[in-house]
């Protein structure tokens, strides 16, 4: 979810109905393409036991937020040429590398493959089932934006706080809270396409792959803490 697109216009009469389907259909292939860096991202990781300043969970914490926004700024900029594309899958290559330490984490436990399955399966889930009520509905979801965008944040302050509080507690919560709200934000994103409040498809790509890489890690990381089997 960019947060240059919090605040959707709607354009229906401007936008036809096959410029919204050739945008829609473009997106989701990108997004199916964009999984296959983030796959080799999280299996060098795993296999290289990949850290990214480890001794310091917070300058850890702003430096993946500040090469994830240097990423995206760039696709924004190169949103409507062949780079906006290389950019979107080097930062899904980027993805895949930060989610790997999670990863090996999960699948150093007993059952961690089969947790590493559900929480994939949950995420095609909830991904289908969002998908199919932004294509089907004739409901204006642009009213979510900003209680989404509030959400994110209070998700965002509440991560970097429990870096030094370490409440095991406050992360439970705010994994499921990330679930829900990143869950929320792949209807808001793929309506937006849908209604034509979104005409960029690598925009749109950039946008549900943030939201699907966020629920995917934080059911991972909900399974792991509740399911996970050390034995």
């Known amino acids: 979810m ?3 697109q919090i605040s959707p216009q709607y354009q229906n009469t401007a936008v036809g109905t096959e410029t919204r389907n050739r945008v829609l259909r473009n997106t989701y ?4 393409l964009s999984m296959i860096p983030t796959v080799i991202g999280a299996w060098i990781g ?5 850290t990214f300043f480890a001794g310091s969970p917070a300058i850890s914490f702003i430096a993946f937020l500040a090469i994830a926004w240097g990423f995206m700024f760039g696709i924004s900029r190169y949103r409507n040429s062949s780079a906006g594309i290389l950019l979107l899958l080097g930062f899904t290559f980027f993805m895949g590398l930060m989610l790997s330490r999670l990863l090996g984490f999960v ?6 493959a089969s947790l590493v ?7 095609a ?8 009520i932004a294509t ?3 409901r204006d979801f642009s009213g979510m934006g900003r209680w989404l965008f509030v959400g994110m944040i209070v998700i965002l302050l509440a991560a970097f706080a429990n870096i030094f509080l370490q409440i095991p507690a406050l992360m439970l919560t705010i994994s499921l809270l990330a679930t829900v709200v990143f869950s929320l934000f792949i209807l808001f994103d793929l ?4 209604t034509g409040g979104e005409t960029n498809y690598v925009m749109a790509t950039l946008s549900v792959y943030i939201n699907l890489y966020n629920v995917f890690s934080n059911l991972l990381a909900l399974f792991g803490i509740a399911g996970g089997n050390n034995d």
């Open 46 to 50: 795993v296999a290289t036991r990949f």
């Open 191 to 194: 309506n937006r396409v849908v």
């Open 136 to 138: 089907v509905s004739k």
């Open 29 to 32: 292939g990108l997004l199916a």
């Open 117 to 123: 399955m559900m929480a994939f399966g949950s995420t």
């Open 2 to 4: 960019a947060i240059d």
């Open 107 to 112: 699948l150093g436990m007993s059952n961690g």
């Open 125 to 132: 889930v909830i991904f289908g089932a969002m998908a199919t």
